[in-house]
């Protein structure tokens, strides 16, 4: 069997762009097919998944799948599922309160986080920054962020994972070392106030940053971080403050679109494959934070150990940081305004 990737289209906007990749058997057929519904940075983590899913269920099953990805601002992701927009067999998303929000509408069952192992949680990931070489600006903490002259890059964290993972890590890092929510929501404000616009979604963003050169930092997933610098042959560094965020992306099926589809055996048999030795090793080298300890320490060279704090640091849970921060009249509609690019 080979298997091969077609690009069948994107959906795109002045707001967002997404696109949609599709995996078939040599043949162009398929007995069965699953729609993944994604955040913006996974492409290529599930581009690399995908084909070893498929061929590891076919010599099982005898049975061959089509697999499509979807990609866009997390946020934004989930509400395109739940309009039905997207008819979603599985969500693997930036953060586990656009999957609660899945199942506050009923489109997931109750107790979702448990169906699979790590609370439905693959891997973990964190929040970073990118610089230009030679870190022209010494930007080593969150404080430096907003010296004079400093330029953010960072997505709009209405519509976006790292968006909202990004003002929630300058959150804590007020707050976890003794700053009081007062300087937090100064210190949120003024980052802000550098950023020269909020892009919908994490890969425009970094192709901001990366290839049009906007900006003198960008706030980064790791995994995206990593594929910046490695592409950018010398011209981008890494910077690891000395505290971030523990990034906990969720993962489940769609009950009321399985249920539909007919896909809930092989929806379930795709997500638990993330949790396998092969799943867990593909998600180490894509440069996620992979659950087995023993393969995450396999890759400490590229995914050293950082000071991660985790969101019962600054809320009671993800469900109550969504409400508290990212909910209209939040904290973040307090310190910032949307800023789409003016060119």
Do not use: C
């Not at 979603?88 to 192992?117: C, F, Q, Y």
């Not at 010398?234 to 489940?252: F, K």
């Amino acid at each position: 069997m080979r298997i091969s990737w077609i690009n069948i289209g994107a959906v795109a906007s002045i707001a967002v762009a997404a696109a949609l990749l599709i995996t078939r058997n040599g043949e162009g057929h398929a007995a069965h097919y699953l729609l993944n519904v994604s955040y913006d940075p996974t492409r290529e983590l599930y581009q690399s998944i995908n084909p070893r899913f498929v061929e590891n269920y076919e010599k099982q099953t005898g049975s061959s799948v089509a697999i499509t990805q979807s990609h866009a601002g997390s946020s934004y992701q989930a509400r395109r599922v739940s309009s039905g927009e997207l008819k979603a067999d599985v969500v693997t998303l930036g953060l586990p309160s656009d999957v609660e929000a899945l199942h506050n509408k009923g489109m997931i069952a109750d107790g979702w986080e448990k169906r699979l192992p790590h609370d439905s949680r693959p891997y973990n990931s964190t929040i970073v920054f990118v610089v230009r070489k030679g870190n022209p600006h010494a930007i080593h903490d969150w404080p430096d962020l907003i010296k004079e002259g400093v330029e953010i890059i960072v997505p709009d964290p209405k519509t976006s994972g790292n968006g909202k993972l990004a003002a929630l890590a300058a959150w804590g890092a007020v707050v976890t070392r003794g700053g009081s929510e007062s300087e937090a929501k100064a210190f949120l404000k003024e980052l802000y106030a550098h950023t020269p616009f909020l892009d919908p979604a994490a890969r425009s963003t970094g192709v901001a940053f990366a290839i049009e050169k906007k900006g003198d930092v960008h706030l980064a997933w790791e995994n995206e971080a990593l594929r910046e610098t490695k592409d950018s042959k010398g011209a981008l560094e890494i910077v690891y403050p000395p505290v971030s965020i523990r990034a906990e992306p969720s993962v489940a099926w769609v009950d009321s679109n399985v249920e539909k589809h007919g896909s809930a055996p092989l929806a379930r048999a795709y997500l638990e494959f993330l949790f396998t030795d092969e799943g867990q090793e593909i998600i180490a080298r894509e440069g996620y934070r992979p659950q087995n300890q023993q393969i995450l320490e396999k890759h400490a060279d590229r995914l050293p150990k950082i000071n991660l704090f985790s969101i019962t640091a600054i809320a009671q849970d993800w469900s109550d940081a969504q409400r508290r921060f990212f909910a209209d009249n939040g904290i973040i509609d307090a310190v910032y305004a949307p800023k789409p690019r003016s060119d």
